[in-house]
């Protein structure tokens, strides 16, 4: 049984820093391609980054040069280090693992593509 357990999100002012945090259990992280996604009300789950098993990453345009995905194999963990965070960063974040490498850019943003999601963690920036 695979789980991940989100960790990390609270209440940051706009410029400030966050790091989430997600667990996976049951499983080797390395094995999976692990995404991150967020959902602001009133809007749809969109993609954030993504980090393979090859450790290659990718990330939204909104959040490039900001943020930063990383994976701790020993942990079973990956990271997203949230920097220089603006209020349009606020949203519940969620991860995501999928077994496939993804075959290309556009698959990896898609939800559908990923196989197990954790229960999500706020993100509250303010002005």
């Known amino acids: 049984q695979v789980q991940l357990v989100e960790s990390g999100g609270g209440l940051v002012q706009a410029g400030g820093s966050l790091r989430l945090s997600c667990a996976l259990s049951?499983?080797?992280?390395?094995?999976?391609?692990m995404g991150w996604f967020r959902e602001a009300p009133g809007k749809e789950r969109e993609f954030v980054a993504v980090?393979?098993?090859?450790?290659?990453?990718y990330y939204a345009d909104s959040v490039k040069g900001r943020f930063t995905i990383s994976r701790d194999n020993a942990k079973s963990t990956v990271y997203l280090q949230m920097t220089s965070l603006k209020s349009e960063d606020m949203a519940v974040y969620y991860c995501?693992?999928?077994?496939?490498?993804?075959?290309?850019?556009?698959?990896?943003?898609?939800?559908?593509?990923?196989?197990?999601w954790g229960q999500g963690t706020q993100v509250t920036v303010s002005s």
């Open positions: 980090i393979k098993q090859s450790d290659n990453t």
């Open positions: 995501a693992a999928a077994r496939s490498s993804g075959p290309t850019y556009a698959s990896l943003t898609r939800l559908a593509f990923y196989t197990f």
């Open positions: 049951g499983r080797t992280v390395s094995s999976y391609a």
